[in-house]
């Protein structure tokens, strides 16, 4: 069985990146075969709960997640490994969409460290430079084990070399790398779709877009078998994919709403309590008598609550 699996998907509920909604996505990773998807939309966590529906419909789990671009240019994606770590998350998120306003999320690495606890981190470099260097020594100081570093093909001039540089300066730094198909679209035909998305991003025409396109046209999701074929040379990147996916124990199905206890009076429950403050306001409000249809709506609220 394939051990791959993709943790960096983006969808349409990155406004104007991505050009597949979360079911589309699961369903087209069902039929590819993948076991797990992580879903990392830009700054938000807003297509987890349509993600979760694509997870109950194609028994493909979801690993919730998103990615943050950061005010110094680093780009990282984050994945909480239990339910608590997935609240800092939240946080975290809520915190930068407070700071950035309307459709931003501001933030700066020290937010990054205050809320790392229980976080895995996954650096999203282009090439192997002092600057990418200086990023993942930080990020093994904040996350520790829990640090990682995306490798993703470009399809550009002598890719190969830039992966192998890059993973090497990964170990240097101690931190694991792993493979990541960075997925715009659920399929290859979607690619003109997105192009138009690019297009009314950067204000401008299809003809108009030049190199302002995304850099390369392979952003559809691929099956396991083949992403490890395409990562032949990083078997360890392949099996970081497998062990991050195992590491996030977090599920939607954890966040129901939980009724506070309610202590009003003495002896009665919540719904007791309701019930005789609402007789009381009754008498007071109608001294001489409550009409039938009110007495029946009030009745019908009270069963309702």
């Known amino acids: 069985m394939a051990r791959y699996v993709e943790l960096q998907v983006t969808s349409h509920f990155s406004f104007l990146r ?87 999320c501001l933030l700066n690495w020290a937010d990054i460290v205050h809320h790392a606890d229980g976080l895995i981190a996954i650096l999203l470099p282009d090439i192997a430079c002092n600057e990418t260097f200086a990023n993942l020594r930080e ?41 990541t198909g960075d997925i715009l679209y659920h399929t290859p035909e979607a690619r003109p779709l997105q192009d138009v998305m690019t297009a009314i991003r950067e204000r401008t025409t299809i003809d108009g877009l030049g190199f302002r396109r995304e850099r390369y046209m392979d952003r559809n999701l691929k099956s396991p078998e083949e992403m490890e074929r395409r990562f032949v040379a990083f078997p360890d990147a392949i099996q970081a994919s497998a062990d991050i996916a195992d590491q996030c124990c977090f599920d939607l199905s954890e966040i129901q709403y939980q009724y506070p206890y309610e202590q009003v009076m003495e002896g009665r429950t919540a719904q007791e309590a309701l019930t005789a403050l609402t007789d009381a306001a009754v008498q007071q409000m109608f001294p001489g008598g409550l009409p039938e249809e009110y007495r029946k709506q009030i009745d019908h609220e009270l069963r309702l609550i």
């Open 139 to 179: 990020l093994r100081q904040v996350f520790g084990v829990r640090a990682y570093m995306a490798l993703s093909l470009r399809r550009r001039p002598e890719d190969a070399a830039r992966l192998h540089a890059l993973d090497a300066m990964a170990r240097a730094a101690g931190v694991r790398a792993v493979a």
């Open 18 to 104: 991505g050009a597949s909604s979360p079911e589309e996505l699961f369903s087209a990773a069902a039929l590819l075969g993948h076991q797990a998807l992580g879903l990392a939309d830009w700054g938000t966590v807003a297509g987890v709960v349509r993600g979760w529906t694509g997870q109950k419909a194609t028994g493909t789990r979801m690993i919730a997640g998103t990615r943050v671009d950061l005010a110094d240019g680093r780009a990282l994606l984050l994945y909480p490994t239990n339910r608590p770590a997935w609240s800092r998350l939240t946080r975290l998120l809520s915190v930068g969409k407070a700071r950035g306003g309307k459709g931003c």
